[in-house]
């Protein structure tokens, strides 16, 4: 039975989570939060199913395609059967339109497993100190890597919950509510940070959280856990998103030159994206697809981006805007299947071509953190740090890995970064964040049947409404504004 039937019903009404899955027994027992995280198997029981509930909300396409989605990059498919309409698919249907409400929001499990997952990393960094059966390397190690999912939750809710960093010149405009202690805590209704002090919390998570990973003690592919180059990967990209130029230089830095990983080659780059079961070799974090007790894989990415046959595929394909950005020699271009889908278009069913993206295809888990991203970050760090020539050795790297034209001139450089994260970092759910930290419009060209495609920052709409359950729950929740 779920641990938060022993909680009392105002303690769950406050968390603002959903029932949460972690401590979740065999049919038939019993076990609560004090039984279970007792020991050091309890813990690592508990760590490895919180593990599974960040997979599996950054993999629902309310947040893996959100930020492609409103970027520009994806469009929709057909519906698989019936009337073979393009429509947006009704999981963002609301949001594709920048016109998410609070009473029904699309986003509504999103935010509450967000935070249900943050409650899960506190109590077991609440626990974890008062272990008697595991080493000070292991206790260490536990807490480092719930610490850090606990850092990158509240991440994410900030990325889409608050305008960027810089929308004030302060950050003194709303960020989220950060939370770092379980509900067991006691009766707390907290109010909202400010986006400058949750981006402080984040960073003195990821700061103190650092220092302490040592060996892993979870089974598995090491890559599917956090460790001590993908907390720095995280943290590189914060102090990108805090304009914070010179530590987002040195920590990209640092997971380049000292993560021991090197970039795909350009050989090998179509290849490794193409794998069946394993990630690309640049992968610094990869959340693990979920598995039966058989081995079979549930759900993956290909859920959303996946095609096995003309009546089996995704909801998203590639939008003529992201396809018409790469030359015609940018091996990256052939990173795209193209599939003809039988398609309702002005009343007659034809025969239409669609860009599947290869990245997503089998079994794939979702990219949290790859190599290429430190080159970019380092990039751009190193430009507005008034270091043009690494900025563009940097990019330059990047291209020449692509077989795409190599710039020889630092003239509009920040443009040219811009358009090389969007080309090598498409489907990885950067774009729109990166128009909003870059006080960009949104223009959504090819494919767009939204009510808007277009849509000017600074906008009121570049975040999402709180849902109303969650503001009625905790009466110091503020509201964004519009909604």
Known sequence: MKYLKYIPLFFLIFSLQSCSDFLEQEPGTKTSIDELLQNKQGVITALT????????????????????????????????????????????????????????????????????IINQANLILEYTPLLK???????????????TIRAYAHFLVALVYSQDYS??????????????KSIKAGIQYPAR??????????????????????????????YSYFNVNSAKALLARVYLNKNDWT???????????????????????????????????????????PKDSEGAVGTSMANNFGYTSASIYGSYVASDDIINLYENTDIRKQLFLTQSLSTSVNGLTIPVNY???????????????????????????????????????????????????????????????????????????????????????????EGCISTVC????????????IPTYNTNANPNLKQNDSY
């Open 49 to 116: 199913g919180l593990y599974s509930e960040v997979e599996a909300n950054v993999r629902s396409d309310r947040y893996a395609v959100y930020a492609d989605l409103q970027g520009g990059n994806i469009k929709f498919t057909p519906s698989v059967s019936g009337s073979r309409l393009v429509v947006p698919f009704r999981n963002v249907a609301k949001v594709y339109n920048f016109d998410d409400l609070a009473q029904t929001s699309d986003y509504l499990s999103f935010y509450d497993d967000s935070y249900d």
């Open 133 to 147: 059966d595991a080493t000070e390397a292991e206790k260490k190690q536990l807490m480092a890597e719930a610490q």
């Open 167 to 180: 929308y004030t010149p302060d950050a003194s405009h709303l960020g989220i509510v950060y939370n770092t």
């Open 193 to 222: 940070e400010t986006v400058a002090n949750t981006y402080n919390l984040i960073i003195n998570d990821l700061k103190e959280a650092i220092p302490n990973y040592s060996t892993l003690v979870l089974g598995g592919p090491e």
């Open 247 to 289: 530590n987002a230089y040195e920590t990209a830095n640092d997971v380049i030159t000292n993560s021991g990983v090197q970039l795909v080659t350009k050989e090998n780059y179509l290849a490794e994206w193409e794998k069946p079961n394993l990630p690309i070799s640049e992968i610094l974090l990869e959340f693990s697809v």
């Open 355 to 445: 860009n599947f993206t290869k990245k997503f295809q089998n079994n794939a888990g979702y990219v949290a953190f790859r190599l290429s991203e430190m080159y970019l970050i380092r990039a751009e760090a190193a430009l507005e740090t008034n270091r043009a020539a690494i900025a563009m050795a940097d990019i330059n790297t990047i291209r020449a890995r692509a077989n795409a034209t190599l710039l020889t001139s630092t003239a509009n450089l920040k443009e040219n970064i811009l358009l090389e994260r969007r080309k090598e970092l498409c489907f990885e759910g950067h774009l729109f964040f990166d128009l909003k930290r870059n006080h960009k419009n949104v223009s959504r060209n």
């Open 454 to 465: 277009g849509i000017s920052y600074p906008s009121l709409k570049f975040v999402l409404p």
